[in-house]
């Protein structure tokens, strides 16, 4: 039986309006803006870019320490949540082609990746599996924030932000497909053990 319209809307309403969903969607709405600020390769804007981007990052452990401290994890903040961490990884990478700083097949990598991991765990979803977010993708979002971080930056003086953001880049293609193979390989084990118990 379906719940009632005004039941499914009260609980939209109410999950929009922790705290932690808050949060999330502030760190969405700093998307557009980092997209402005990476359209000039320009001192002053690589600095504001790279405040808007760090701001983001932060949000994205600030909310979940928030869903977890106080109890107030939704249905609503599992989806915004990673949905805002690859909005804000995608559009920094794919504003950073044209001015040079990131290799287009590594931005195809990383978000193809994102894409492969995100339909994955739906369709393990609709089977009644859960795959949780594994150690080595967090060690793959840490160093993605920070070779995006230094690539933003773009400093030359007193160090080469770009070519450390570049070779810290490769790191973070290498931990993307590792990150992904781990994940296919936690839902075919899943999978064979569904199988085993039908």
Known sequence: MEAPASAVNSTLRAELSSLPNRVTLGRIALV???MITLRWDDPFWNTVGA???ALGWTTDLVDGWLARRFNNVTSLGK???PLADKLLVASALIMMIPLDRVPAWAAVVIIGRELAVTSLRGIASSQGHVMAASSWGKHKSFVQYFAITCLILAWDKPID???IGQWVLYLAVVLTLWSGYTYIRSYAQADLTLEGRS
Request: charged content about 15%; overall charge neutral; aromatic content about 16%.
């Open 32 to 34: 557009p803006l980092l």
């Open 161 to 163: 932000l770009i070519r």
């Open 51 to 53: 405040a808007i981007f």
């Open 79 to 81: 989806f915004l949540d």
